[in-house]
């Protein structure tokens, strides 16, 4: 910083409200919180270096609808920051317990002046199969927002931009929280409204808030809790803090180590000059209709498509209609579906995945293909906030909501949720019909029947099966994952099992399943893989020379894996599963993949010890 630039940042942070210039004074809260943080530091403050782990949580990826946040990671994370030349690095290591599958993700964030690219399998579809040696690549408009702006929310400086940008901050109503008001002020920076409230005794920051759109919730509030501040050189920093959703947390993190004004290798910070050319051309930093709450989730979960239509990447595939039997069209061209029955006048869709953009391109696109009929019913299989997040659109249509048994509480509270910021949703009140189907349930014009089934599994309380008898087919979500598209294990799955179990118990007679994931797949294919091992020409066969138990890095649904076949001879157990992931080639003992290399149907391979990483690998078999 310049010697003029810190006179002036002096003279902003001195400054006391006056009746001559009130437009320009520094708000008594900001100039008391930077004396509690500490003045002269913020004032020198030019780098950052912050270590810390963490633990995030997703509301409503959970068993049961409105349940416990479940527990889905634990992160460790390193931040290094220097606020002169506006350079940020983010090196993240996050260990995936449950969803979409247990694994671990190394990867690394970069942004140099409006510039952002990640490195390593941050686990989105961009990311080649989240191999850990993903190239680089730039962010898109909106993951560059939200990073941006989640940066500027947690960063130290932000008070200090408060203080030097005095006209930007206005007052704003207290906030009640904890049980006591806390006085409050609203900053409006470039990407966001920061409300921030302070704590009445200290004038620390306590909690630093934006109003967002949740697909799920509607309107919220979503806050940086900051707490356990404690003094490093003459900067006071929160050790602990952590993130919440309309009082639901999702994240906290427990600072290890801060470090302010450390010399940092700016060779850390650098931009690929092809990484360099395509965002200085294409990408900028989203500054309208961001969904953020839906990124951030996204994310934290590891799922997150970076694509600036969330959808889709329209350079390398399209959506579209495809007919799966006569009056029976798919959604296709991403990793959700979306399924439409056309009755004698009237239309049933099954699933709303995304949000609502995707939700106005099925609506649009079933004028066209089934016109004068009307969306009249929108089935939802289970509540998980990728399969649903764009129910507003149907239901501001005019559809009724059909639910699972035992989840209609838990819709209710969600339809009547308040929508004035989604970027796509409708904004309007929402008072639909609201139907549980309980087992056997039927909606029928006469002609066509479709029947609604409970599919108990481990995936999710109150799941529906839906079946179509006068085509044979079924359709159900994550629980046979990507039929048609995946290999299925040597023996089904837990949830494949109960998806036979379903239909055996109801007697069904289906021929073919769609699903949430995948295109079509043959149920006497599934039916097979409940009866014993596939062939040598389909599995992997392994052997353990290792002498000790390996837990494999299981997928809960069978998506990505290919079957395996235990050598004759194997001198220790072996897997937790019956599948090996295609792309999987290191494992750690009791953790999740520390690096991917492909595995080959109908070849040998054995499991080795691998000194270096004290784990084990998957390697092809001598002869």
Known sequence: ???????????????????????????????????????????????????????????????????????????????????????????????????????LNKYTEVIVGGIGFAEGNDGGARTAGVRSNAPQRPMTGNRLAATTRELQRSAPTLLRDMAF?????????????????????????ELASFIVAFDVDTGLPER???????????????????????????????????????????MEFQVVDAVFNPSLDETLFAVPDSIRASAAKTVKAAKGNVPYLWILRRQMIGSYNDVDNLTHDPNTTTLQLVDRAPGISQVQGS??????????????????????????????????????????????????????????SYLAAGAALVVGSGTRDFWEKTVASPDHLGADSPKTPLSPEIVSAANGHVITDGAR??????????????????????????????????????????????????LIKAVKDNHLDVEHFLGGHGRVGLYADLLRSAEGPVGPQDAVFVANKTNRHVAFNASPNGSYWIPFELEAGAEAPLFNTSAVNVITGRLSEGRRVERTEKVEKGKRYQLVVDSECDCVNVKPQEP
């Open 335 to 392: 990793i959700h579906h979306t399924l439409i029955v056309e009755m004698s006048t009237y239309l049933i869709v099954v699933d709303a995945p995304y949000m609502d953009g995707y939700s106005r391109w099925v609506i649009d696109q079933a004028k066209v293909k089934y016109p004068g009929k009307p969306i009249r019913y929108l089935i939802l299989t289970h509540h998980h906030i990728d399969h649903v997040a764009g129910f507003r």
């Open 208 to 250: 630093i808030r934006t109003m967002d759109f949740d697909p799920l919730h509607g309107d919220l509030a979503y806050d940086l809790v900051l707490s356990d501040w404690r003094p490093v050189g003459e900067i006071k920093y929160p050790f602990r803090q952590h993130y919440e959703m309309a009082g639901v947390k999702l």
């Open 449 to 498: 029947r479709v029947e609604l089934y409970d599919l108990p599994s481990e995936h999710s309380h109150g799941m529906l099966l839906a079946y179509i008898p006068d085509a044979k087919l079924g359709y159900q979500t994550d629980i046979w994952t990507g039929p048609g598209v995946d290999p299925l294990g040597a023996r089904a799955m837990p949830r494949q099992l109960a």
């Open 1 to 103: 910083m310049s010697n003029l630039a810190r006179t002036l940042l002096g003279a902003a942070l001195l400054f006391t409200v006056s009746p001559v210039c009130a437009e320009e004074a520094v708000s008594p809260l900001v100039s008391k919180a930077v004396d509690a943080i500490g003045r002269t530091g913020l004032e020198r403050l030019t780098t950052m270096m912050i270590r810390g782990i963490g633990t995030f949580w997703e509301p409503d990826e959970n068993f049961q609808a409105g349940g416990a946040p479940l527990h889905v990671a634990d992160v460790k994370y390193e931040i290094r920051r220097n606020f002169t030349t506006d350079t940020t690095r983010l090196d993240w290591e996050r260990d995936y317990l449950v969803v979409p599958w247990p694994r």
């Open 165 to 189: 940008k005095a006209s930007s901050v206005s007052p704003h109503r207290d906030i009640v929280a904890g049980g006591k008001a806390l006085p409050t002020v609203v900053y409006k920076g």
